[in-house]
């Protein structure tokens, strides 16, 4: 690690279930020059790329929806949540990655994919960088269902919605979800759709 004002950094495994749950005790020095002692928790499920599809003619972007454990036992009624579509990158590159996780979940086969930006999601319990795409799709690109890989119990919805209905779906919190939210107002300022 580079940062010259930690040291002696510690790391113990708390949970290796599915993904991996780290204890790191650490010594950080103060602006005055002293050392204290901290203690911090990070959850490692390695880092993730997402995508907004939209037809810049339909003015329409395609979205996803699926059951979110997480989100069900914090206050999201029924645990479905409209989001873009998603994966982690399993050691692909994150523009492969996100063509992949297209054709898996959405059915379309695409090619195009421009990065916009890259974000720490919640940078003080987990350690995920997620890599943000866009890429316009239209029907040819269609060639399969979605709905997520077979040997993942994912069972995903492809929705197909209209650009502005999806931006009132931001404003009414039908859409709560984070990479959404940036990626259709990315859309918004930047006029793709
Ligand atoms: N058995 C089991 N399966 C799990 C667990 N956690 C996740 N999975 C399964 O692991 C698979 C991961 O699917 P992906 O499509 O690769 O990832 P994702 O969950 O959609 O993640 C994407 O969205 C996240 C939320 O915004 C992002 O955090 C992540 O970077 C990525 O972009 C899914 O089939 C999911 O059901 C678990 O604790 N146990
Ligand atoms: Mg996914």
């Given at each position: 690690m580079k940062n010259g004002s930690i040291k002696d950094v510690e790391k113990k495994l708390l949970s290796d279930n599915w993904y991996k749950l780290h204890k790191y005790t650490f010594k950080y020095q103060r602006p005055d020059g002293s050392w204290e002692t901290q203690n911090r928790e990070a959850y490692d499920r390695g880092n993730g790329a997402a995508i907004l599809l939209y037809n810049s003619k339909k003015k329409t972007v395609v979205l996803t929806r699926q059951f979110r454990m997480p989100t069900y036992v914090n206050g999201n009624e029924d645990g479905m949540m409209i989001e873009v579509c998603a994966g982690l990158l399993d050691g692909d590159d994150p523009a492969d990655?996100?063509?992949?996780?297209?054709?898996?979940?959405?059915?379309?086969?695409?090619?195009?994919?421009?990065?916009?930006?890259?974000?720490?999601?919640?940078?003080?319990?987990?350690?995920?960088?997620?890599?943000?795409?866009?890429?316009?799709?239209?029907?040819?690109?269609k060639i399969g269902e979605g709905g997520g890989a077979e040997d993942e119990t994912e069972n995903i919805e492809v929705l197909?919605?209209?650009?502005?209905?999806?931006?009132?779906?931001?404003?009414?919190?039908?859409?709560?979800?984070?990479?959404?939210?940036?990626?259709?107002?990315?859309?918004?300022?930047?006029a793709l759709v």
């Amino acid at each position: 690690m580079k940062n010259g004002s930690i040291k002696d950094v510690e790391k113990k495994l708390l949970s290796d279930n599915w993904y991996k749950l780290h204890k790191y005790t650490f010594k950080y020095q103060r602006p005055d020059g002293s050392w204290e002692t901290q203690n911090r928790e990070a959850y490692d499920r390695g880092n993730g790329a997402a995508i907004l599809l939209y037809n810049s003619k339909k003015k329409t972007v395609v979205l996803t929806r699926q059951f979110r454990m997480p989100t069900y036992v914090n206050g999201n009624e029924d645990g479905m949540m409209i989001e873009v579509c998603a994966g982690l990158l399993d050691g692909d590159d994150p523009a492969d990655c996100v063509r992949k996780e297209t054709e898996e979940e959405t059915g379309y086969k695409i090619s195009n994919v421009q990065k916009v930006f890259q974000t720490y999601m919640s940078p003080g319990s987990v350690t995920e960088i997620l890599y943000l795409f866009v890429g316009e799709y239209d029907e040819s690109m269609k060639i399969g269902e979605g709905g997520g890989a077979e040997d993942e119990t994912e069972n995903i919805e492809v929705l197909e919605l209209d650009f502005n209905d999806a931006m009132k779906m931001v404003a009414s919190g039908e859409i709560k979800d984070a990479k959404t939210i940036m990626l259709l107002q990315y859309a918004k300022i930047n006029a793709l759709v």
